[in-house]
């Protein structure tokens, strides 16, 4: 571990910036911000600093390039394949068909995911929407959507942990964007979703909204 001053490694941490940026919006995310990855690689800077060792030979840039490579790339994938967050929000925000609606007494498929300030009577019409939504869908499916209106208590302790590292790099003068709530990519990773399975989830959420919407 070493004590390092953050301003010497700025120049490289934004140039490699750069080059990842034009890789997340190459995979869809327009609305990530330089500063976004700017503030994970922060994270990967802090991580390199206190494994770094100066007696394995390589000099700290050529650890710290290592390093940032590494993060970033575990990063880009499990936030930024197509099946990231938002296109299951998207998704999930599709209009139901007129019959549907009536039957649910819901406007959207995102409303399978109550608000804890509705009615009674509104929290009701919203469950039927969502066990209504379960039905159309396989059992892993069917786990991935609970999840997404459940949070499972491991994944809220995943949370707990993000702002433990986000309080660090604040410390050393980093800033570092965590994500406000659990994201799909947390959700597959925890339900032990490959690739293949991810995208198929994906494709069904998709197919629903398809199915009843428009």
Known sequence: MIKRDPKLDRQQIKAFAYKVLKRVHALGAKTQTLEDVESELWVAWCLAC???????????KTFLYAGLRNHINRWVEK????????TIAASLDMKLRGDDADYTGATSLGDVVPDPHER????????????YALTRLSPRSQMFLTFLKDNP?????????????SAYAKEIGACYAMPGRITSAMIFDFMGASRAERKQIMDEVTQIGRLISN
């Open 153 to 165: 208590p491991e994944l809220m302790e995943r949370m707990k942990d993000l702002e433990a590292k």
């Open 120 to 131: 009674q009577d509104e929290t009701y019409q919203r469950e039927d929407c969502f066990a």
């Open 50 to 60: 206190e494994k770094y060792d100066d007696n394995g030979g390589a000099a700290f």
């Open 79 to 86: 936030n930024f394949e197509r099946f990231h967050g938002e």
